[in-house]
């Protein structure tokens, strides 16, 4: 559907003010004369005013007319697109500027004092037992019961943990099940080794047990992924008492579980992972990559005892060892209590952006619903079945603000009209805000765009 008469002249004036043909604090021309120009009436003109000052664009007075804004202001909106790196809503991870000098404190002790020469060489098992121990610590703090810190195996991040398990328990063709909207990066794995993913219907509190009782009946997966603790995209944190339910279906069913629990940190209150209900059936992931670094790859499995020995000869075999010197560095994080303040800190932050996001989400886009929670690193906002979802991506990375389309987040490719907008990726509290002002009017203005004229 074409754009209302007034929303395309806002669309012409926004791109002469970008080029300068309207420089910042100059008149614009006067309601009749640009209807002239335009072949419309001065209503037209006058709602095309009022959008672009809706974007912060425009200032109008009465009896002075309409003037482009000056700078700071105007810089802010626009020219800061060509200053600025492009304000990144699309990617998950945590906003650890003011840790750096932390990370880096941590790295100056491990060469200034005396190294171990093990940091730089080959091991013979899957990392030192400290480190492991180190891991012990990280996933306790978070709800997983562990027996020996010999079941923590040392990986280069929760993606590489997933690879590696998703090809030791599953053979080229079979089935994977997860929930229908998932983490994009799962979904390429199972498709890159052959193997099929298969969506479990979820609701308000995450993958529904009885669809994924259907699925282990129909398809016989050999795996179940589970993200339980603010899902990504969802933002859906699992209740115990769906914990409990997920945990009694892989319980009856030939099935081994991968709880990817990176997200555990998050949590308003301590919830006990699932692995601790099916001890034998699961493989507990997680890591240090969102709660303080992507930087810092140091990912942690918790695998069966029974079932350490065939993980720990994969990634021998794999030669996907993973750097001692790194976990030393997550060794000292973790017991010096550091990489818990830092989580916490990487909580609040997400907190305080929960909350200007949900403030400025509902008093501008009041029609529109999204899925949050307080202390998660994303909102999953569902547009109308109206719109065009890759288009409004597209516009919005057209001036600079980029946002995740909800078709890829899609375990089995299906219809989706949400947009996933990270909250913590801009590390400067101020492009952040104005990023999200700006994101915010150009969903307005696809808004308007789809609305009958």
């Excluded at 309207?22 to 021309?29: A, H, M, T, V």
Aim: hydrophobic share 40%; net charge neutral; glycine share 4%.
């Amino acid at each position: 559907m074409t754009a209302a008469k007034y929303v395309e002249i806002a669309r012409k004036i926004e791109s002469r003010i970008e080029i300068g043909q309207y420089s910042e604090g100059s008149k614009l021309p006067t309601h009749r004369s640009l209807a002239d120009s335009f072949s419309t009436t001065a209503v037209t003109v006058a709602k095309a005013y009022s959008l672009l000052t809706e974007m912060g664009l425009v200032e109008s007075f009465v009896g002075r007319g309409s003037y482009v804004k000056k700078l700071p202001q105007l810089k802010q909106v626009i020219q800061s697109e060509r200053e600025e790196k492009d304000k990144n809503f699309s990617i998950l991870q945590p906003c650890f500027k003011e840790q750096l000098s932390q990370l880096q404190t941590t790295f100056s002790q491990i060469f200034t004092q005396q190294m171990s020469a093990q940091l730089f060489s080959y091991r013979e098992d899957t990392g030192a037992m400290v480190h492991k121990e180190a891991g012990r610590l990280w996933c306790e703090a978070y709800g997983l019961e562990v027996s020996r810190a010999e079941q923590i195996l040392l990986c280069n991040g929760a993606q590489h943990a997933l690879s590696s398990l998703i090809e030791c328990y599953s053979k080229e063709g079979d089935y994977i099940a997860l929930e229908a909207q998932t983490y994009p990066g799962v979904i390429a794995i199972i498709k890159s080794l052959g193997r099929k993913p298969v969506a479990v219907s979820m609701d308000e509190h995450g993958m529904q047990a009885e669809a994924l009782d259907e699925v282990c009946q129909q398809f016989k997966p050999s795996l179940v992924v589970v993200v339980p603790s603010h899902q990504n995209p969802t933002t859906v944190t699992m209740p115990k008492a769906r914990r409990q339910a997920i945990a009694k279906v892989i319980q009856q069913h030939p099935v081994w579980l991968l709880e990817d629990d990176i997200y555990a940190f998050l949590n308003q209150e301590l919830v006990p992972a699932i692995t601790n209900l099916v001890p034998e059936k699961s493989f507990y992931i997680s890591s240090l990559s969102k709660a303080i670094s992507p930087g810092l790859r140091c990912g942690f499995i918790k695998a069966p005892q029974s079932q350490v020995s065939h993980v720990s000869e994969y990634i021998r075999t794999m030669v996907w060892h993973a750097s001692a010197f790194m976990f030393e560095c997550a060794q000292r994080l973790i017991e010096s209590g550091m990489a818990f303040e830092m989580a916490a800190e990487q909580k609040r932050i997400a907190e305080q952006r929960q909350e200007i996001a949900k403030q400025m989400l509902s008093q501008a886009l009041p029609d529109l619903t999204f899925q949050c929670q307080a202390s998660s690193y994303h909102i999953w906002l569902t547009l109308p079945p109206s719109w065009q979802v890759d288009s409004l991506v597209q516009t919005a990375k057209e001036h600079g603000v980029l946002v995740s389309s909800g078709h890829f987040f899609e375990a089995q490719n299906q219809p989706n009209h949400s947009i996933r907008i990270s909250l913590m990726a801009i590390a400067d509290d101020a492009v952040f805000q104005s990023g999200l002002k700006q994101l915010v009017s150009l969903i307005k203005r696809e808004n308007l765009s789809v609305m009958p004229i």
